[in-house]
């Protein structure tokens, strides 16, 4: 007669046969086919800094229009959802052409997140619109002085130092601006205008 350990061990065999071939089987499933390329995991996305020096070297008006747009959403974003959805209407506002209700609620913003350079280019352009350069300039100068590669501000302070007639002033803004975004449109001709009157022309 068969003794009972053994017959224990033959009952047992075929469950632990069914257990390692199903773990086999689930190992192999998690291994990558043989020959099959590794997942790679995905690129990071550019720095800030890797985008404004693409700007800066580009020689294609086309692709440093699309640098200069994935700059300008990384700038527009605050931080604070709070601090976004105002300056989303202030926005509306200013469509609305309802400037003071705009500047209200970009003091708002301003006062919630004074570090952040958007927050003050945006406010500087509702006091544009409502004609007081003054503090649109203070605004601007703030702006960049928070971030200094802004070149929409600089573009901005240069043209409310034309309409002052401030043109020495305007040239350096726009120069600067030049320097950031050589692409950037019209900023050529804006130079090209005031460079005569304010460096002299060649004789």
């Known amino acids: 007669m068969m003794?009972?350990?053994?017959?224990?061990?033959?009952?047992?065999?075929?469950?632990?046969?069914?257990?390692?071939?199903?773990?086999?089987?689930?190992?192999?499933?998690?291994?990558?086919?043989?020959?099959?390329?590794?997942a790679k995991p995905a690129p990071k996305p550019p720095s800030l800094d890797d985008l404004?020096?693409?700007?800066?070297?580009?020689?294609?008006?086309?692709?440093?229009?699309?640098?200069?747009?994935?700059?300008?959403?990384?700038l527009a974003g605050s931080g604070s959802p709070t601090a976004d959805l105002l300056t989303d209407r202030a926005r509306q506002a200013v469509t609305a052409h309802d400037f003071a209700?705009?500047?209200?609620?970009m003091d708002r913003v301003t006062a919630l997140e004074p570090n952040w350079s958007e927050g003050w280019n945006r406010r500087a352009t509702v006091f544009w619109l409502?004609?007081?350069?003054?503090?649109?300039?203070?605004?601007?100068?703030?702006?960049?002085?928070l971030e200094p590669r802004h070149f929409e501000a600089w573009m901005a302070l240069g043209r409310i130092y034309e309409a002052n007639d401030d043109k020495a002033r305007a040239l350096a803004a726009f120069r600067r601006a030049?320097?950031?975004?050589?692409?950037?449109?019209?900023?050529?001709?804006?130079?090209?205008?005031l460079a005569p009157e304010v460096d002299g022309r060649d004789l």
């Open 130 to 145: 409502l004609t007081d350069k003054d503090d649109a300039i203070a605004d601007l100068q703030r702006a960049l002085v």
């Open 3 to 38: 003794p009972l350990r053994l017959r224990v061990a033959l009952v047992c065999l075929p469950a632990l046969v069914v257990g390692a071939t199903n773990a086999l089987a689930a190992a192999d499933t998690n291994r990558p086919a043989r020959g099959a390329p590794e």
């Open 52 to 74: 404004f020096a693409r700007l800066r070297a580009s020689e294609d008006p086309a692709e440093a229009k699309g640098i200069a747009r994935l700059i300008e959403r990384r």
């Open 101 to 105: 209700l705009a500047a209200e609620l």
């Open 178 to 193: 030049r320097a950031l975004y050589p692409q950037m449109d019209k900023i050529g001709e804006a130079i090209d205008r």
